[in-house]
């Protein structure tokens, strides 16, 4: 009996913070789990909990992908591209991508959260020497500390950035300048990431 209370509780907290989202989606879902969570049917109550988790994914990687720059001068830009994928696939996680170009010149930004495989990714910013063990150098680029592999000779490399210890921030550039790929990280919105 407690535990069902709890569960309640649960949905209807969801149901409470999410409601700004999809308000029509997002609390239908729940309010299908919590009828079928009271029925005893788990099954039907835990696929309409995924299914709202993923809207709200869904959601919250539209909003990440404002924070993508617009392109340079000369440039043009794909549409941003983003992966929501519930926990229940590789741990879960939202993945944004937006890809630029000049002639054969091209930088792609990534932003990854909500993944637990970027823990792992984030020890390489607290261990400067583990960071920079594979050729990289530390920067600090549009007030963000980021590991550089940005190679002249090859017009080419990445910038990547661990911000507020929730994104993973990946910008890559082939045949491009360290200043373009500079100009295209600091069009990032990072102040809204943390």
């Given amino acids: 009996m407690l535990k069902r209370q709890l569960m309640t509780v649960v949905l209807f907290s969801l149901a409470t913070v999410f409601t700004p989202l ?4 997002v609390t239908d879902s729940i309010q299908e789990a919590s ?3 009271a029925k005893g049917d788990n099954a039907k109550a835990i696929e309409s909990l995924n299914y709202a988790v ?3 994914q869904q959601a919250k990687a539209k909003n ?3 924070l993508l720059p617009q392109p340079l001068s000369g440039w043009t830009a794909n ?5 929501a994928v519930g926990a229940a696939m590789f741990g879960g996680g939202i993945t944004v991508e937006k890809r630029y170009t000049k002639g054969d010149s091209s930088i792609s930004i990534q932003i990854v959260t909500d993944s637990p495989m970027l823990q792992g990714m984030m020890a390489l910013f607290a261990n400067p020497m583990f960071a920079t063990s594979s050729g990289g150098k530390l920067e600090k680029v549009a007030g963000q500390k980021a590991i550089s592999t940005y190679d002249a000779t090859n017009q080419g490399g990445d910038y990547q950035f ?3 210890n929730k994104y993973m921030v990946t910008v890559k550039g082939e045949k491009v300048s360290a200043d373009e790929m500079k100009a295209y990280a600091e069009g990032i919105d990072f102040k809204k990431m943390e």
């Fill in 54 to 56: 993923q809207l709200i």
């Fill in 79 to 83: 549409a941003a591209e983003s992966t």
């Fill in 162 to 164: 661990a911000v507020a």
């Fill in 22 to 25: 999809h308000a029509d989606d």
């Fill in 35 to 37: 009828e079928a969570y």
């Fill in 64 to 66: 990440l992908e404002q």
